[in-house]
Structure formats: structure tokens, C-alpha cells
């Protein structure tokens, strides 16, 4: 064997294959040990960490040592064999996926135990290893075959991951809609990579399909823009960028939680992925109003999706919405870059696919960790809806706590990670200005103050989140025997949460790792640490311009804390413990306490317009006097508007046309005996 | 030299510390005058925190830890913000940690765990105070950012230094996009730190309040600290008002007469915004919350307004 192809199998896209091969390996043996399920799900998820262990190692490396790797595998048609390809852009989407793969799959090995004695969990485990694969070969493909058939895996696996408990109508219903967006966004994909390939080397051959023939070639705008537009819906029904998010709200929340959190944290990644992928790599030269298209998806789903993550009162649903805006965040950096890459501005568009791609690391991170949290609840509980649940954290403190880091670092707050990309996407938008076009000098800051709304808005989010799921008292009738996570599952999340601090205490470093992936996409890096200590500030265009250290943040309200904790407990002071103070009323209770919709009702006020909303009050009178009611029922519906305007036209449309179609169905020969006799005639006439 | 910069960082922040109580007793007591009352003296405030930290702790029985950190991290970060924010020079050290988009953001995460200690006891007063104090935060902020974004415009940076050193070296003319965002800035102000029309710090009505009914179950050194802490905020705002808008006097260099000149110039503003305060919150009346929109809507709208004025005149 020559250095070569030794390096094939060594270097970071060997070790990428040998984490999917495990991965398949695993999902082949899983049957047979269905026997031991106990011994099954051990077994299986810590292999899936250990090809996770993998994928971070390929990952890292690759980034870190700027590879670019290919590998050809004699599999796939004749004239098309698999082409494998890792480079620094799906380096860094192989460290986030196995990042949090790792995390997840340590806390499926408690998570999925809960199963035990009430239904096999076989199927479960061959898909969740399916689906990791799948994921992984959708960043390593380098042909559209390849891509599309592991894309396919993707969505094929995932779905019968949201089917698991099958015996449920809402779980049937919400993985045949996730089938029917997944699908229709999978053929505009097909269709992208047909045009791009098309007119790369013509319809004959199949040389067009690799992604190397899409690179060379030179599409006139107008084609490009097609297979843009495809891509981009495609990709955005898969991301789930509102309009196109219907399914995820149904989809994420009924699955196992694990893979709500690979799903919410991983699989829209992919779809980000496959954005940059196109946009940046394959088709490579663009003009600026791409970027607003994007960017102005990117803000819609943010700002909406936050709005109606606020009036959720299902805690996994609550998370599946602040997906899609998280969705939208990673949009609006990427569309910012596009902008800024189109009017020649490296540097710009550099700094906004680093917060960009930045979020995505942060996103999979803090959303994995708290959906991992939310399944400790349900897992303990059994209950997803927050208006039953309060003070959690008595009986969960682990989970309690964990939950709140991820809580506080989706609510992008200093000095946890969220803050680190939200802050760089700020940077970026400051320096708008120096676009030339006079519209996008205001367009562009007005962007960034829609980004601030959103990030306030999911500051209030997620103070309901953790406030009426954790903290007060349990607002059910009867609390149910709640039980802490157990260790694996809490050694999942305290990963989870670790990495999330330390990508927000300490982003130089990442950045400095993952900053060759816009010199290989837009031309040039942002050197983010600059000057001494330059670890220590994240400065990205100048320290003059703007500095940010999250280590201080993080040091110096430590410190201040401890002291004035230090000092104040020199003399040790008392405390005493009493019941609430009820106003001298004496028949406080729990319903009383502030709920889920009682605290998003300044919100849904404010912005109830977005929102279709039945609102009604029925009071019952006691006796003549209306002031004194016997009883109060209210009643509250808050729809997404996207589905009467889009789908039920679209649903209501199909429906007519097969109607129409279906009468041609006669049930009678002759009837049928006239149709090929005139399709025999049209065929004679025209195709000669 | 280095050691020098970190004592007057100590310096500036052990005075604001110790003035942000008289400043409280400042205003309340121009409030009394102005409203004909008599008031209890300029060093009141300092009466009331060190009588709270001599009390003992009484906590609701199911108070969760979350209750009992949360105003060790409200005082931590208000500290650390004033360690950043220049009050007296610009030499401090540890002021490149933040830009004002990162003092946003700690003002914010002192808000998020107040919310959630308002949370924690169960009663509905303090889930109406978070609830409340959220909706109007998320209001508040992007006005808040837009107006950032104005001044940034001129001084090409979001560093607080740096704006300063820019109104210095006299580059910055007059300019009526700054008029428009110290307006944005002021009402927005108004809305952060609590005051009237947004709120109303005297009050404990349960429909009006919205920050004292988030802290309503705290007491002895817990309550002293949140005290503390707000009183401390309210400085804070002024002086980060100050630095962007008004800076003259903060000290360029790090000799003694120049702090000590700082200093001075320092207290003739915060006599003056003290002043303007009393008018405003004298003249105005607490507004509903429902009106709190507009507000806020119109501080956004000055501040876009502002950032209009820019593109069109340069």
C-alpha cells in the first residue's frame, strides 16, 4: 500500500468511515441480542458513544489540521461510485453532530431503560444507530447520488424513530406529516442537483452528479438561481424556517426524548449544512439578493418561532419552536455572509458565518441539553404539559440545575455560549454601514434589532420555562412519585452543560480552530484573539471596535459573589423558614400560583396579532348577581396562522384534483378499453 | 503601573458602592420637596440597607436555592458592570471585558434571575413581577440595541472607551442622530431601571407594581443586597448615559487630580439627572401596562428615527 491510501484510512476521513461503520455494525446486531434488552441497550449505546468518540477525534482534526480528504468507494451505478469527502465545513458538522451524539447516546443508556417491561426497544435502537449514520454520510457525501441516498436515510430512520410509540394517533399522524415535508423537501433537492449537474456537463452522463463537476461549473444566473431557490426550500423544509416548519412542532416533541434531542439539536443541522454546502461551496458566485432571501427567512423564523415557542404550554413543543428560531438565528448570520460576500466584503462575511456556524455548535449543544432535561421530567413525571408541573426542583436538583444552564444559554446571556454567537452576529451587523446599497445600510440594523427582540423574547421563554416546570409549587392535583435521573442520564447532560460553559468562557479557541472554514468559503479568516492574553478577548475585527471576554464575565461575577457571600456569613447569621406570607387570606393554594399561560399573557397580548386566537370566558352566575360568578370557564386556542394560509389551500387543492382524476374511474371495461385506445392514437400521432 | 490601574478600578467601584445610596436619598428627597413633604435626609437609604443586613432571614418554606443565589448574582453582576462602565477614568483595566452590548447582557441575566427567584415561592404576586418585567424587557431591549447602534454609527465602535476617546480627540461633532437616541435612551432608561412611568418604585399595590412584586418575599441581608443592587443599577445607567452621551470629565489619564476633578464632575451629574428624575417622575403618572407598548414602541421609533438621520446627512 502506498502513503496514500494508508493516509486514506488513517486520517480523519478513515475515522469518520470507521464511526459509521460501527454505527451500521451496530444496527446489524442489534436483533440479535433482542433477547437481553437490558444487555441490548447497554451494549448498542455505548457503542453509538464510542463511534461518537470517534467522529468528534475525525472532526477535530480535520478542522484543526485544514484536511480535505476524499475517499471513492466502488459502491453506487456503474458509472457513479460513492464519493466520500471530508474538508474543514463538514469536519466542523461531524464534531457538532457527534458532539452532541456523544452526550445523548451516554444518556440514552438510562433514558431508554425506562422502556424496560413496557414495550421492546429492538426498533428504537436500530434506527437511533441508523440515524447517527445517516447524518454522518450526509456531511461526508461528495456526489448528489450518495447525498441523497443518505439523506434519505436520514429521513427514513428518523421517521420511524417519531413512530416508536406507534399506538398513539397524535405520534402516527405527526410522522406522516414530517414524511410528506421531508419528501417534498427532498425532490426540490433532487431537482437542485439535477440542474447544477445538468449544466455542468449535460443530461448524458453521470460525471455531472459529483460535487467536484458542480464546483467547475460556470451557471448562468438564471439557472443558478433555480437550483438556489430549490436548494434553499429543500434545505429550509428540512430546517424547518417557517413556513416550512409545520412538522417540527408535531414531529419533535412525540419522539423518544433522545432523539428530540438529536433531531431538534443534530438533524437541522444538516439541512444548515447542505445551505452552506450549496450556496458557499457549489455554486460559489451569487448575487447580494440571495442573501436577503435568506436572511429575511432567517428573521422571520427567529421572531416567530420565539413568539410561538411563548405560548406553549407543552414543554417539549415549547423547545421544538425555539428550534425554528434558533434555526432562524443560524439563517441570519449565514444570509448576512452572503450579503457581505456578494458586495466583496471578506472579512464582514467571514466574522458572519463564524457566529453563523458558531450558533449551530451553540444551538446543538444548549437544545440537546435541555431537551435531555425535559425527558428527565417526562421520564420522572410522565407529564409534558407545564400547566400541571411546578417545583421540580426540590425532587430534581440535578436536572433542575443542568436545565437551567441550558436555559440560560439559550437566553443568550454572558457568560454562556449563546451570548458568544449572538454577540458576534451583533458585530457583524454594526458593521453594515459599509455596504454600499443605501437600502441595506438601514434594512440590515433594522435585522439586528429584530435579532435583540428575539433574544429577549426567548429570555421570557425560558424564565416561564424553568419557572412553571421547576420552580413553585406542583400545580397538578396529585404529584406523582418523582424520581431523580439517574447517572447516565445525568452524565449526558452535565457533558452537555460543561461544553456549553466552556464554549462560552472560552470561544477564542474554538474560533481560532474553526476560522480556516471561511478562508476555505469566503477568502479570508477573522483572527478572532488579538494582542497579550489574547486568548482572553474575543475581539473579531479590532479591540478598538469591540471586546468581549467571557472568561472575566464568568471570573469576575464569581468572585463577587463569593466574597459577599464570604462576608456575609462571617457572622453566621439565622434563617428561618415559615409558610408564604398569604395576605392574612389563609386559603392559599396551588392553583393559585401564577402558570404557563397566565405568564406569556402580556406577550400574547402585545403580539396576539401574529397569532390565530379564540379567546373565550364563560361565566356561570350564582343566583341574580353576575358580580359573584359560581364558576369560570376559560377557554384559549392559539393556532399558527402558516397553516390555513399554506397548507389547508394546498391539502384542500389536492384534494379536489383527485377528485377530479378519481371519476375517470369508471369501473366499467369499456370505459377503460376507450382510454388506451386514445392514448394508443395520441402516442401514433405525436411520438413519431 | 499596572497595580496602580487596579486600584483606581477599586477606587470606582468602592464609590459606587458608596454612592449609590445617597444618590437614591438624592432623588427621594428632591421628590419630598417637590411634593411638599418632609423628607427623611439624604443618608436614609444607608439607614435602611445596614438595618436590613443586621435582620435575620426569613424564607418561604419552599424556597429552592435559586432564591437564595439570585441576589448574590444580581449584586455580582451589577459590581462587575460597574468595574466596566468608565465613571471616573478610562484607564481601568478590566473595561475591554465588555462592550455595551455585553453590559446589556448582564444587566439581562440579573433580570432573568430575578424573574425566576419571583418564580420560586409559588404566589401569584411574583409570577405577575416576572412576567411583567419580561414582556417589558423584551420591548425594551431592541429599542435599547437600536439606540447602541446610532452612536455606534459615529464612533465605529460598540467599546465605551473607545466612544469616549472619540468625543475627545474631537472627531464627533453634533449631530441630531444623538439627540434622537439620548431620547430613545432616556426612555428606555426609564423602563430598565424601574422608574415612573414604567413603574413605580414606592409602590406596593399589587396591580401597579412590577419589580417590587418580583422581590416581595425577599428580606434581611437578601433584600439588602437587592436594594444594594438597584440602587446601584440606577447609577450605572446615568454613568453609562453619561460615557455615551455627555462624557466630559472622565479622566484620560491616570494622576490623582484628574480622578479627583472626575470625581467631582461625576456628582454634579448625577445632582443634575437626579433633578431632571424628580421632574419627570413628578410630572408623569405610573402609565398602565398596556400603554407600556407605545412607550417603548416610540423609543424604538426616535432611535430608528436617529439612525435615519445619520444615513441621510452624512
Known amino acids: 500500500m502506498d502513503t496514500e491510501s494508508i493516509y486514506m484510512i488513517t486520517g480523519p476521513i478513515g475515522i469518520v468511515s470507521s464511526a459509521i461503520l460501527l454505527l451500521f455494525l451496530s444496527a446489524l446486531l442489534a436483533p440479535l441480542l433482542k433477547n437481553s434488552q437490558r444487555f441490548l441497550i447497554n451494549a448498542s449505546f455505548m457503542s453509538a458513544s464510542a463511534a461518537s468518540f470517534l467522529g468528534i477525534a475525525g472532526g477535530i482534526w480535520a478542522v484543526g489540521g485544514g484536511y480535505t480528504n476524499t475517499l471513492v468507494l466502488p459502491l453506487g451505478l456503474p458509472d457513479l461510485p460513492f464519493h466520500l469527502r471530508i474538508d474543514p465545513l463538514a469536519g466542523f458538522f461531524i464534531t457538532v453532530i457527534c458532539l452532541l451524539s456523544f452526550c445523548v447516546s451516554l444518556y440514552s443508556i438510562g433514558y431508554i431503560k425506562g422502556y424496560l417491561g413496557r414495550r421492546p426497544v429492538t426498533r428504537l435502537v436500530i434506527f437511533y444507530n441508523l440515524f447517527l449514520a445517516g447524518m454522518l454520510m450526509v456531511v461526508l457525501a461528495d456526489d448528489a447520488l450518495f447525498f441523497l441516498i443518505s439523506w434519505e436515510v436520514m429521513a427514513a430512520a428518523s421517521y420511524f424513530l417519531v413512530m416508536f410509540e406507534d399506538e398513539r394517533i397524535e405520534n402516527r399522524r405527526a410522522a406522516f406529516l414530517y414524511m410528506i415535508v421531508a419528501h417534498i423537501g427532498a425532490i426540490a433537492i433532487l431537482l437542485s442537483f439535477g440542474v447544477m449537474a445538468g449544466l455542468a456537463t449535460g443530461f448524458e452522463s453521470f460525471n455531472g452528479y459529483t460535487f467536484d463537476a458542480m464546483r467547475e461549473a460556470q451557471l448562468p444566473l438564471s439557472w443558478a438561481t433555480a437550483a438556489f431557490l430549490l436548494a434553499f426550500f429543500g434545505f429550509a423544509a428540512k430546517a424547518g424556517v417557517i413556513p416550512l416548519h409545520v412538522w417540527l412542532p408535531e414531529a419533535h416533541p412525540v419522539a423518544p426524548s433522545n432523539v428530540s434531542a438529536l433531531m431538534s439539536g443534530v438533524m437541522l443541522k444538516t439541512a444548515i449544512y447542505g445551505i452552506v454546502r450549496v450556496t458557499f461551496d457549489l455554486i460559489g458566485t451569487y448575487p447580494w439578493w440571495w442573501g436577503a432571501i435568506v436572511l429575511i427567512f432567517g428573521l422571520i423564523s427567529a421572531v416567530m418561532g420565539v413568539l410561538y415557542a411563548l405560548m406553549q404550554n407543552d414543554l417539549k413543543r415549547l423547545l421544538a419552536y425555539s428550534s425554528v428560531e434558533n434555526v432562524g438565528i443560524i439563517l441570519i448570520g449565514i444570509g448576512a455572509s452572503m450579503i457581505f460576500t456578494s458586495f466583496q466584503m471578506p472579512l464582514l462575511a467571514a466574522l458572519a458565518l463564524i457566529a453563523g456556524l458558531y450558533h449551530a455548535m451553540n444551538h446543538a449543544m444548549f437544545k440537546g441539553l435541555l431537551f435531555m432535561g425535559a425527558g428527565s421530567v417526562l421520564h420522572a413525571t410522565n407529564e409534558r404539559n407545564m400547566e400541571q408541573m411546578g417545583g421540580l426542583i426540590h425532587r430534581m436538583r440535578w436536572t433542575a440545575a443542568l436545565f437551567l444552564i441550558g436555559c440560560v444559554s439559550i437566553s443568550a446571556l454572558p457568560p454562556f455560549n449563546g451570548f458568544v454567537s449572538e454577540w458576534l452576529m451583533f458585530q457583524a451587523f454594526l458593521l453594515s454601514p459599509a455596504l454600499p446599497s443605501p437600502l441595506l445600510k438601514l434594512l440590515v440594523p433594522l435585522g439586528a434589532a429584530l435579532l435583540a427582540l428575539t433574544g429577549a423574547l426567548a429570555a421570557a421563554c425560558f424564565v416561564k420555562a424553568f419557572g412553571v416546570t421547576f420552580l413553585g409549587h406542583w400545580r397538578g392535583h396529585h404529584m406523582p412519585r418523582v424520581h431523580e435521573a439517574d447517572w447516565p442520564m445525568r452524565t449526558g447532560m452535565i457533558l452537555a452543560a460543561l461544553t456549553c460553559l466552556v464554549l462560552g468562557v472560552l470561544p477564542t479557541f474554538f474560533i481560532d480552530w474553526m476560522d480556516i472554514i471561511p478562508e476555505q468559503l469566503v477568502g479570508t479568516k477573522i483572527s478572532a484573539s488579538s494582542g497579550v492574553y489574547g486568548w482572553l478577548w474575543l475581539a473579531p475585527v479590532a479591540r478598538e471596535r469591540a471586546s468581549y471576554s467571557g472568561t472575566i464575565v464568568f471570573l469576575g461575577i464569581l468572585l463577587v459573589v463569593v466574597a459577599v457571600y464570604i462576608v456575609l456569613h462571617v457572622k453566621p447569621g439565622t434563617i428561618h423558614r415559615a409558610p408564604i406570607w398569604d395576605c392574612g387570606f389563609g386559603k392559599l393554594n396551588q392553583r393559585m400560583q401564577y402558570n404557563a399561560t397566565a405568564f406569556s399573557m402580556p406577550i400574547r397580548r402585545i403580539f396576539g396579532f401574529l397569532f390565530n386566537i379564540r379567546e373565550k370566558v364563560k361565566l356561570t352566575p350564582k343566583g341574580l348577581s353576575p358580580a359573584f360568578p359560581k364558576r369560570l370557564n376559560y377557554y384559549l386556542r392559539i393556532r399558527d396562522r402558516s397553516w390555513g394560509w399554506l397548507y389547508k389551500p394546498v391539502v384542500e387543492f389536492s384534494f379536489w384534483v383527485s377528485r377530479r382524476v378519481g371519476r375517470l374511474q369508471q369501473g366499467r371495461i369499456q370505459a377503460y378499453l376507450i382510454y388506451s385506445f386514445i392514448t394508443i392514437i395520441v402516442l401514433l400521432v405525436f411520438s413519431r | 503601573m499596572k497595580l496602580y490601574k487596579f486600584i483606581i478600578e477599586f477606587l470606582q467601584v468602592a464609590i459606587l458602592l458608596g454612592i449609590a445610596p445617597a444618590f437614591m436619598g438624592w432623588v427621594r428627597m428632591l421628590k419630598c420637596w417637590s411634593q411638599g413633604r418632609t423628607s427623611a435626609?439624604?443618608?436614609?437609604?444607608?439607614?435602611?440597607?445596614?438595618?436590613?443586613?443586621?435582620?435575620?432571614?426569613?424564607?418561604?418554606?419552599?424556597?429552592?436555592?435559586?432564591?437564595?443565589?439570585?441576589?448574590?448574582?444580581?449584586?455580582?453582576?451589577?459590581?462587575?458592570?460597574?468595574?466596566?462602565?468608565?465613571?471616573?477614568?478610562?484607564?481601568?483595566?478590566?473595561?475591554?471585558?465588555?462592550?455595551?452590548?455585553?453590559?446589556?447582557?448582564?444587566?439581562?441575566?440579573?433580570?432573568?434571575?430575578?424573574?425566576?427567584?419571583?418564580?420560586?415561592?409559588?404566589?401569584?404576586?411574583?409570577?405577575?413581577?416576572?412576567?411583567?418585567?419580561?414582556?417589558?424587557?423584551?420591548?425594551?431591549?431592541?429599542?435599547?440595541?437600536?439606540?447602541?447602534?446610532?452612536?455606534?454609527?459615529?464612533?465605529?465602535?460598540?467599546?465605551?472607551?473607545?466612544?469616549?476617546?472619540?468625543?475627545?480627540?474631537?472627531?464627533?461633532?453634533?449631530?441630531?442622530?444623538?439627540?434622537?437616541?439620548?431620547?430613545?435612551?432616556?426612555?428606555?432608561?426609564?423602563?430598565?431601571?424601574?422608574?415612573?412611568?414604567?413603574?413605580?418604585?414606592?409602590?406596593?399595590?399589587?396591580?401597579?407594581?412590577?419589580?417590587?412584586?418580583?422581590?416581595?418575599?425577599?428580606?434581611?441581608?437578601?433584600?439588602?443586597?437587592?436594594?444594594?443592587?438597584?440602587?446601584?443599577?440606577?447609577?450605572?445607567?446615568?454613568?453609562?448615559?453619561?460615557?455615551?452621551?455627555?462624557?466630559?470629565?472622565?479622566?484620560?489619564?491616570?494622576?490623582?487630580?484628574?480622578?479627583?476633578?472626575?470625581?467631582?464632575?461625576?456628582?454634579?451629574?448625577?445632582?443634575?439627572?437626579?433633578f431632571v428624575l424628580v421632574i419627570i417622575e413628578t410630572g408623569l403618572a405610573k402609565m398602565r401596562i398596556f400603554r407600556l407598548t407605545e412607550f417603548l414602541g416610540s423609543a424604538f421609533l426616535l432611535a430608528t428615527l436617529g439612525m435615519l438621520s445619520f444615513f441621510i446627512l452624512e
Do not use: C
Request: aromatic share 10%.
Open chain 2, 41 to 274: 435626609g439624604l443618608f436614609q437609604p444607608y439607614r435602611d440597607i445596614i438595618k436590613l443586613f443586621s435582620k435575620d432571614v426569613l424564607l418561604a418554606d419552599n424556597a429552592s436555592w435559586i432564591f437564595r443565589f439570585t441576589p448574590y448574582l444580581v449584586f455580582g453582576t451589577v459590581v462587575l458592570a460597574g468595574g466596566i462602565i468608565p465613571m471616573l477614568s478610562l484607564e481601568l483595566p478590566i473595561a475591554s471585558t465588555a462592550d455595551v452590548i455585553v453590559l446589556v447582557g448582564l444587566f439581562a441575566i440579573a433580570r432573568f434571575f430575578t424573574a425566576l427567584a419571583g418564580m420560586d415561592i409559588g404566589t401569584a404576586f411574583g409570577g405577575m413581577g416576572s412576567s411583567r418585567e419580561m414582556t417589558i424587557a423584551s420591548l425594551a431591549e431592541p429599542a435599547m440595541l437600536m439606540a447602541i447602534f446610532t452612536v455606534s454609527l459615529a464612533s465605529k465602535s460598540t467599546s465605551l472607551s473607545q466612544m469616549v476617546h472619540v468625543v475627545y480627540s474631537g472627531q464627533s461633532v453634533l449631530r441630531p442622530s444623538l439627540a434622537f437616541a439620548l431620547f430613545a435612551f432616556v426612555l428606555i432608561a426609564l423602563a430598565e431601571t424601574g422608574r415612573i412611568p414604567v413603574d413605580n418604585p414606592a409602590t406596593h399595590l399589587e396591580l401597579t407594581m412590577i419589580h417590587e412584586a418580583m422581590i416581595l418575599e425577599y428580606s434581611g441581608r437578601h433584600l439588602a443586597l437587592i436594594e444594594w443592587a438597584n440602587m446601584m443599577k440606577l447609577v450605572l445607567f446615568i454613568m453609562l448615559g453619561a460615557a455615551v452621551f455627555a462624557p466630559w470629565g472622565i479622566a484620560q489619564t491616570g494622576d490623582l487630580t484628574a480622578i479627583l476633578a472626575a470625581f467631582l464632575i461625576m456628582l454634579l451629574k448625577l445632582a443634575a439627572v437626579g
